[in-house]
Nanobody
């Protein structure tokens, strides 16, 4: 079992920045790929970004390329999501999750999920 806790969400103006953290407890997740997803009201959960266990592979949704950066510190069992140049359309609940195999982009291929952290970007 892996328990994930997201933090760092909040309210920010358009153009601002936030850094989200995803900290794991239980089994170490240093050998897992980890992804961030987001879900806005009335919309499906969508892929944002993911990072391989070795940190050499990263995957970004087109909508966040050049603005968001994912990183991880396996010694701290933590994955970070640095979000810059935020836009109102980035408003959503952001979730981190552990990839269990299959498509890195599909939420159905992730096993363990955090409770989410709200990000609100005002215009």
């Amino acid at each position: 079992q892996v328990q994930l806790v997201e933090s760092g969400g909040g309210l920010v103006q358009a153009g601002g920045s936030l850094r989200l953290s995803c900290t794991a407890s239980g089994r170490t997740f240093s050998t897992y790929d980890v992804g961030w997803f987001r879900q806005a009201p009335g919309k499906e959960r969508e892929f944002v970004v993911a990072i391989g266990w070795s940190r050499t592979r990263t995957y970004y949704a087109d909508s966040v390329k050049g603005r968001f950066t994912i990183s991880r510190d396996n010694a701290k069992n933590t994955v970070y999501l640095q979000m810059n140049s935020l836009k109102p359309e980035d408003t959503a609940v952001y979730y981190c999750a552990v990839h269990s195999g299959g498509s890195i982009y599909s939420p159905t291929d992730y096993d363990y999920w955090g409770q989410g952290t709200q990000v609100t970007v005002s215009s």
